[in-house]
C-alpha cells in the first residue's frame, strides 16, 4: 500500500520518493516494519494471551525438563503472521500474483494451525485437529495454488514446468514434468516444509532461528531469479543475474524478496520473546504459516529440490521422526518389542535425555542450519 502511494501516487510529484521503486529500498524497508511491529506490539500481545490464559500444555511422556514450561503463553506465531502480513502488504507491488499466491499459502496455513491450537487449549483436547483432517486441509489449499500457478501460466513456459537440479544449469539440465505432477509436487514441497518446521519447534528459539536463516537464503534467490538488470559477459551478449549464474529468470519473483525480508523481520521480532528462556511459544499457527510460507519462497524461485539444503535441519527433525516411528514398528513386528534408534524423536528431544543443555542443542541446531544455508547459497556458484 505505502508502496503504490509514495512511489505510484506521490512519487510522480516528489522526485525522492521514487527510491521507493527500488526493490533494494522495500527489502531493507520490509525487514525493518516488521521487525518493528514485533517490539512495539508483542509485550501487549503476551499479556493479553496471559490475560486469556492462553498457555502451554507440555506432554506428559516429554523430557523432565519441560514442565516448567507449562503454562507458556503459546499461539504467538500470531504475531508473526500479523507482522509479516502487515509490512508484505505496505511495501509489496500488490500487483504481483507470486506475493499474493505466498501470502495466501501462509494465511490459510496460520488459520490451520490456528484451528488446531484453539482445539487444544481452548476445547482441552490434547489431540487438536485430527491429523488426516489437517494435512487433507494443507494439501488442499496447496494443492489449488499449485493448479492456478502452473494452469495460469504466470510463469514462463521454458521456466513453468521445469525442476531445476541443484549443482546444474538450469536451461540445459532440469527436468521437465507434466503440469498435473508437477501440481502434485509442488504442493508435496509446501505440506511437508510446514510440518517438517512444526516438527522442529520443540525447544525455544529452535524453529525460528532456522527460519531466519531459510527467510534470509530465499531473499537472495528470490532477488536472484527476478532482477532484470543485464551484465556484460565476456562474449559480449546481455545477460540477466540468474541467467549468469544459470538459474531460472522469473520476471516478478524480485517481488518476493521483499516478502523474504518482512518474514525476516517478523522472525528476528518474535526471537526476542522467543530466545531461552521464552516468554511465548509459536505455537502450530506459527509452525505451519512459516513452513509453509518457506515452501512457496523455494517453489516460486524453482529451488524446490535446494530447498533441502536451505533447510537442511528441518528435514534432519523429520527423518529423525520417520526413523524412529519405522524402527520401531518394524522391530515389533518382528520380535514382538519395539525397539527405538532415538532416545525421544524429534531429535532435539535425544539429546536433552542424553543430558544436553537446551541453550546447548538451540545454539549448535542454529550453527548447522547456517552452515546448510551457505552451502545453498554455494550451489549459485558451483554449476
Not at 142 to 153: D, E, F, I, P, Q
Request: include cysteine; proline fraction near 3%.
Amino acid at each position: 500500500m505505502l508502496f503504490h502511494l509514495l512511489y505510484g501516487g506521490l512519487g510522480d510529484r516528489i522526485s525522492w520518493l521514487r527510491v521507493f521503486r527500488y526493490t533494494s529500498s522495500r527489502i531493507l524497508l520490509a525487514a525493518i516494519t516488521a521487525l518493528l511491529l514485533s517490539f512495539v506490539i508483542g509485550p501487549w500481545f503476551i499479556e493479553q494471551l496471559k490475560s486469556r490464559q492462553i498457555g502451554e500444555t507440555i506432554r506428559s511422556d516429554g523430557p523432565e525438563a519441560h514442565k516448567k514450561k507449562a503454562g507458556t503463553p503459546t499461539m504467538g506465531g500470531s504475531l508473526i503472521l500479523f507482522c509479516l502480513a502487515m509490512s508484505t502488504l505496505l511495501w509489496c507491488d500488490l500487483r504481483n500474483q507470486f506475493v499474493w499466491l505466498t501470502l495466501t499459502v501462509t494465511v490459510a496455513f496460520g488459520a490451520i494451525g490456528f484451528a488446531d491450537d484453539y482445539v487444544k487449549l481452548i476445547k482441552k483436547d490434547k489431540r487438536g485437529v485430527p491429523g488426516e483432517v489437517r494435512l487433507a486441509l494443507e494439501f488442499v489449499v496447496a494443492t489449488a495454488v499449485m493448479a492456478y500457478l502452473y494452469y495460469s501460466r504466470l510463469m514462463p513456459d521454458e521456466v513453468r514446468l521445469h525442476l531445476q537440479l541443484p549443482f546444474t544449469n538450469f536451461y540445459e539440465q532440469s527436468l521437465i514434468l507434466p503440469p498435473w505432477l508437477y501440481t502434485a509436487f509442488g504442493a508435496f514441497v509446501v505440506v511437508v516444509t510446514a510440518n517438517a518446521v512444526n516438527l522442529t519447534d520443540g525447544l525455544d528459539g529452535l524453529a525460528i532461528g532456522p527460519t531466519i536463516m531459510n527467510a534470509g537464503t530465499f531473499l537472495i534467490f528470490a532477488y536472484i531469479a527476478g532482477v532484470s538488470t543485464t551484465i556484460l559477459v565476456h562474449s559480449g551478449k546481455d545477460v540477466t543475474i540468474a541467467q549468469y549464474l544459470h538459474v531460472a529468470h522469473i520476471n516478478g519473483a524480485e517481488e518476493l524478496a521483499v516478502f523474504a525480508a518482512a518474514l525476516f523481520g517478523a522472525g528476528v521480532g518474535f526471537l526476542w520473546y522467543n530466545a531461552y528462556p521464552a516468554q511465548v511459544f509459536m505455537g502450530d499457527v506459527g509452525a505451519l504459516s512459516l513452513g509453509g510460507s518457506i515452501g512457496m519462497l523455494a517453489v516460486l524461485t524453482k529451488n524446490e529440490l535446494v530447498l533441502v539444503i536451505v533447510g537442511g535441519l528441518f528435514v534432519i527433525e523429520t527423518l529423525s521422526v520417520v526413523i524412529q516411528r519405522g524402527a520401531f514398528k518394524i522391530t515389533k513386528r518382528l520380535t514382538g518389542t519395539g525397539k527405538r534408534v532415538f532416545a525421544m524423536a524429534p531429535i532435539h528431544h535425544h539429546y536433552e535425555k542424553k543430558g544436553w543443555d537446551e541453550p546447548k542443542i538451540i545454539v549448535r541446531f542454529w550453527l548447522v542450519s547456517l552452515l546448510f544455508a551457505l552451502l545453498a547459497l554455494g550451489t549459485l556458484k558451483l554449476r
